[in-house]
């Protein structure tokens, strides 16, 4: 898949991306919210109170503002981004190691595209439930509000854990090469 043929390109895309989402959340958002961080940016999750609080404290202006500027732009192109960058850098980095290597090319790089599919459907999966709750903030239950925060949890643990596979993998193939030469 040529998508995973250039990792780089697919990072350095998302840093003005990442950029824009940061400026919005630390510029506009978190002073609108009395410092209050996005449901997104709680690495721990969130309680319904929290997420109703959050909503009220975004008023009507933020929560339109956070859905065109942010999920119906931003972050529908992040996820992917980071994801497939991820995957490629993964997909390098198990090339250096003699028993991912052989396994082929074409085998490799579908089991880095699968590796990611777990963080791609929890980021989406969470930007739609969060939209939702930014769509009908006082329609929202409280259900809703768990099953988000479950998304946002196992996003940054899916994330977390394709980054500690993914130095893993370096210090495999490091390791490889250092005994390839003694």
Same mark, same amino acid.
């Given at each position: ?70 999920? &119906? ?7 992917? =981004? !980071?994801?497939? %960058? ?7 980095? +198990? @090339? ?57 949890? &196992? ?7 394709? =980054? !500690?596979?993914? %130095? ?7 390791? +490889? @090469? ?5």
């Amino acid at each position: 898949m040529r998508l995973l043929r250039n990792p780089i390109v697919l990072a350095v895309a998302a840093v003005p991306v990442a950029l824009i989402m940061l400026a919005l959340e630390f510029l506009y958002l978190r002073p609108l919210t009395n410092g209050q961080s996005s449901l997104d940016w709680r690495f721990d999750g969130f309680k319904p109170m929290e997420a109703l609080s959050w909503l009220t404290a975004l008023g009507p202006r933020g929560r339109e503002a956070l859905l065109v500027w942010h999920y &119906l732009t931003a972050d529908l192109v992040f996820p992917f =981004l !980071v994801g497939f %960058a991820l995957a490629g850098f993964t997909f390098y980095a +198990a @090339r250096e190691v003699p028993r991912l290597r052989q396994l082929g090319e074409d085998r490799l790089q579908l089991l880095c595209i699968l590796w990611i599919v777990p963080y791609l459907l929890a980021d989406y999966g969470s930007n739609g439930l969060i939209s939702a709750m930014l769509i009908d903030p006082v329609g929202v239950s409280h259900s809703l509000i768990r099953t988000a925060s479950v998304f946002v949890i &196992l996003k940054h643990l899916f994330f977390g854990i394709g =980054l !500690v596979m993914l %130095a893993g993998l370096v210090w495999f193939g490091r390791r +490889a @090469r250092s005994s390839d030469r003694a």
